[in-house]
């Protein structure tokens, strides 16, 4: 049954061992990757996307990913540009691909959310509301993850 | 003299009140003011001494309301203050000064010497001698209400992913709310999980709340350049969102500055008493574990310490509640040294961080932040002030110290059980 909400998406994510949920969270991250485009980030999310990774390559890549996310903070009392903002997301997104899962946490959701935040910066940079159907397009990805 | 020069010696000569004219007189030359301050202690300039900071305006107190001063004027011993003069001081007044207060609170004779850079914030501000990056934020709170250019379509888009993430609602202008929660941008545009955080917080302590269409924003730019007008302006809109909603408590949130704009200066900048009363996110959470309101399950087993905002715990007096909530949630939390009512700022606060020339400076001074976390090697550093929070992990990573940073109002959340669980 094809997934149509959150509470089912989540519930979804949930079934999923670590090094399936960094696959997964990859795919979520590329979609928005056009939002940041720092090599750092595309790194991190190939990285992630691979069923066999090493702990010195997740360690590298996170490293560098989390330089980039540092890096794209806006400061307080700098104007906000929001397509650069998206490109924040992006970086959190792809820290989470490649990040130690927390306890009672699981980093595709994280990814999907902070995916789904770029976008909506997206919109707001480019005046067209908040409407976006990247949630819509994250059970699409999950649904063919899940039935490939 | 030019216009704006004129008009900057003018409103300098305006803010020089008793306070002032008495520190002055007082000031016995010891130079403890510069061990207090990182700028100094980092750099061993003694320009850095926090005294020294203020010396246009002593200069110009010597000058209007001394005998000895005006005659040294009189005979061309003592010149006037000039427009280069103040474009000079500006690198002294704003980059390398935080309004931290570590310097008043070590003054062997009790000089206020952050309420006096205050003041002559005031006249380089009116003299157009404010930094760049400052001023543009002051310019954005006037035409667009927000330091940081967020207007109300970003916030309504920020509680939408919100409710998405946590899957509770946000309420936006419910009348009759217990409380008023504001955001600062740094929350609105690089934090959303705070948001989440005080959702999850308020449904399980079971309180009212609600955020406010037309006071949404509580950073206070005015304060920052050192224009009372505007501080006056940012704090009205506040309190007529507050009277509007008849909320009984705004909170203020994880922002040093806006919480001492609002709770400590903000009745006196508008002349009167406020309806509601005010305060930080984290005296809440402290009111709400001391009734037994916050209910966490778990505990953080890694080595955390935590970094107190200056206008949170020097400033405001807010010390045990985040001890006391730390604890709550952790097994091993470690103090750093001078940590409490001494810490060391993080070296961006008091709009500092915005500004773009003063980066490598700010570098410079983490050095006393470092050296601290280095006393005590946490695995994670936790603070309540988005401001501190990204000039933290700047200087951690420019230092290349792998220490992760989090909101202490969001590391309480995370330990709140999952409602239905």
């Known amino acids: 049954m094809a997934i149509g909400n959150d509470k089912e998406f989540k519930a979804a994510l949930a079934g999923l061992a670590v090094a399936k949920q960094r696959q997964v969270a990859s795919r979520f991250a590329q979609r928005v990757f056009d939002l940041s485009n720092d090599v750092r980030v595309k790194a991190a999310l190939e990285v992630a996307g691979r069923p066999e990774i090493s702990d010195a390559e997740l360690t590298v890549v996170s490293a560098a990913a989390n330089t980039a996310r540092v890096e794209s903070f806006t400061q307080c009392g700098k104007e906000t540009d929001w397509t650069a903002q998206a490109g924040l997301f992006v970086a959190k997104a792809a820290v989470a691909c490649v990040g130690s899962p927390a306890p009672g946490s699981n980093l595709a959701w994280d990814a999907a959310m902070q995916a789904r935040m770029a976008r909506t910066c997206q919109t707001v940079a480019t005046g067209e509301g908040t409407e976006n159907r990247e949630a819509e397009e994250q059970y699409r990805i999950l649904d063919a993850f899940l039935n490939q | 003299m030019s216009a704006t020069m004129e008009k900057g010696v003018r409103v300098l000569k305006e803010v020089m009140d008793a306070p002032i004219a008495s520190y002055l007189n007082s000031c016995v030359h010891c130079g403890l003011c510069a061990e207090a301050c990182l700028f100094y202690t980092e750099t061993g300039d003694p320009k850095y001494t926090p005294i020294h900071k203020i010396e246009p305006l002593r200069r110009l107190y010597s000058q209007e309301y001394t005998l000895l001063g005006r005659l040294m004027k009189m005979v061309g011993l003592s010149k006037p203050l000039t427009d280069a003069e103040l474009g000079e001081w500006q690198e002294l007044v704003y980059n390398s000064c935080t309004l931290c207060g570590r310097c008043s609170v070590v003054c062997p004779v009790g000089n206020d010497i952050v309420y006096m850079v205050r003041k002559l914030r005031e006249g380089m501000s009116a003299s157009g001698n404010a930094p760049v990056g400052i001023k543009g934020a002051a310019n954005r709170t006037v035409t667009i209400g927000s330091p940081m250019g967020v207007k109300l379509p970003a916030v309504k888009a920020q509680m939408k992913h919100v409710e998405e993430d946590y899957g509770i609602p946000i309420p936006m202008d419910q009348e009759g709310a217990e409380y008023m929660v504001m955001l600062s941008s740094m929350e609105i545009i690089n934090f959303p ?177 470092k050296s601290q976390l280095e006393a005590v090697k946490p695995d994670r550093l936790v603070t309540a002030c988005a401001n501190c929070r990204i000039v933290l992990e700047e200087g951690l990573e420019h230092y290349q110290m792998d220490i992760p940073v989090v909101g202490l109002t969001e590391m309480i959340a995370e330990h709140i059980p999952e409602k239905g669980a």
Not at chain 2, 246 to 267: F, M, Q
């Open chain 2, 193 to 369: 999980e705070y948001l989440g955080a005080i959702a999850k917080i308020m449904q399980q302590a079971g309180k009212t709340w609600t955020l406010c269409s037309t006071a949404f924003e509580a950073t206070n730019a005015g304060m920052q350049i050192g224009n009372s007008d505007l501080a006056r302006l940012i704090v009205s809109r506040i309190v007529d969102g507050a009277e509007r909603l008849k909320v009984k408590t705004v909170i203020s949130p994880e922002c040093g500055h806006a919480y001492t704009a609002l709770r400590w200066e903000g009745a006196n900048l508008i002349g009167r008493p406020f309806t509601f009363q005010v305060k930080h996110i984290i005296e809440v959470l402290g009111e709400f574990q001391k009734s037994g309101l916050l209910k966490t399950e778990g505990f953080e087993t890694d080595r955390l310490t935590f970094h107190d905002p200056c206008q949170l715990a020097r400033r405001g007096g807010v010390i045990q509640q985040q001890r006391d909530l730390m604890n709550q949630v952790s097994k091993n939390f470690v103090e750093m040294p001078d940590a409490g009512f001494i810490n060391w700022c993080c070296g961006g606060g008091g709009g500092a961080s915005a500004i773009e020339e003063g980066e490598e400076l700010r570098l410079e001074a983490f050095k006393k932040k």
